[in-house]
């Protein structure tokens, strides 16, 4: 991993587009808005799956759970 961001240097990323979403199948990969990516990685806690692993395409930058999880929170998801 290149660089972490900060917490709100997140916030201030979220509706920015590059991001890929990376999960245990290869063959499915969704791309899109931090937001989005924040939205399918809840959905996908809430129904017991893991959530992913989110990275931002051009620097390589990744986001651990705890950042998604404290992201979902900014966005009033439960968490």
Not at 3 to 24: D, M
Not at 45 to 63: M, N, Y
């Amino acid at each position: 991993m290149s660089k972490k961001y900060t917490h709100e240097q997140l916030i201030e990323r979220v509706k920015s587009h590059g991001w890929r979403l990376v999960t245990g199948n290869k063959s499915h990969t969704i791309t899109g808005t931090l937001e989005n990516l924040l939205g399918i990685t809840h959905d996908r806690r809430k129904s017991g799956q893991a959530p992913g692993l989110i990275e931002e395409i051009e620097t390589g930058v990744e986001l651990d759970l705890i950042q998604i999880e404290e992201l979902w929170h900014s966005l009033g998801l439960p968490v």
